[in-house]
Structure formats: structure tokens, C-alpha cells
């Protein structure tokens, strides 16, 4: 019985993964009605709890903080008016469920985030050196890159030993000016 539900679970949510966890930082766009118009609404907030993954339908709880007051949308993920979700931050916790941030304000919640823009540069970099025949050529510019960062890191600990030198140029001109009166 229990791989009927699954595989019927399966057949509705489609090719869409639930790829959130608690702790995200998340962007949802929603679609709203009103009148005759349709516009769309972007609701941005952490990630507080995941319910029904292997469902049919599972829900996010998206949970911000505006002009002191704080803000809670339970959020279906396979809804037809959410049309798209965009991972903004993601976080190290250690629960799944983070209910206890409703007590805490941002700074005594201290969460250690990683901004998204850095590891989907790294991926995309993966993903181009596996996807090219000329692995050679592509492992060559990366050397190449390394060599200039390490010659950057060079020049500006020159220019850190240079200006140390200057400020202690003065400091010995002071003293033999005060050893000679």
C-alpha cells in the first residue's frame, strides 16, 4: 500500500524537487488576483519548517520580520499561483524545524549563512571543465588564474612592507632630531 501512495505522490508533484531546508533564505513569487488584474508578489523570508516532503503537497512556512512585526506564509510549493522560488541564502542549523526563532530577534539568532552567487559560480566552472573535451586547456587558464592571485597577493604585501617602512622612516628622523638639540 505504501508504494502505491509514494508512486501516486510521485505522478502528481512531477519533475519539481523540494530542494529547501530550514535555514534558507528564500524569495517566493506569488501570483494574486485582484480585480481583473493579475500581478505578481515577491514575499522573501527564512525558511522555518518543511511539512510533507514525499507528499502530494508540501509546504514551506516562510517567516519575516517587517517594521517589527513578524510575518509567517505557509507557502504551497506546487501551487499553481507560486511561480517561482529563488534560494537566496543558505544557512547551517541544526534542526528541522526552527520554530524557535520566533522568540529570537536577527542578531541573537546568528546563523551562519552562504551566499548562493559563489557556489553557483563554482558549479558553473565544475560543470564547464566537465562538459569541454579540452579538459587540458581549461585546467591551464585555472593555473593561470591561481598564478595571477598569487602575484596580486605579492604585490600587495610589497606595497604593506613599503608604506611600514614609510612610517617608520619618520619616527628615526624624530629621535636623531631630538638627540641632536
Known sequence: MEKKVIEFNKNLRGQKKVDFHAGDVIKVHLRIKEGGKERVQIFEGLVIAIKGRQSSSPTLTVRKVTHGVGVEMIVPILSKN???IELIKSAKVRRAKLYYVRDLTAKQSRMKY????????AEENVQNVENTESGDEKLNEEEIKEAEKEMT??????QNK????IEEKPAKEDESEKTEK
Do not use: G, R, T, Y
Open 82 to 84: 507560486v511561480q517561482k
Open 114 to 121: 552562504k551566499d548562493i552567487k559563489e557556489f553557483s559560480k
Open 153 to 158: 597577493k605579492d604585490n600587495k604585501d610589497a
Open 162 to 165: 613599503k608604506e611600514e617602512e
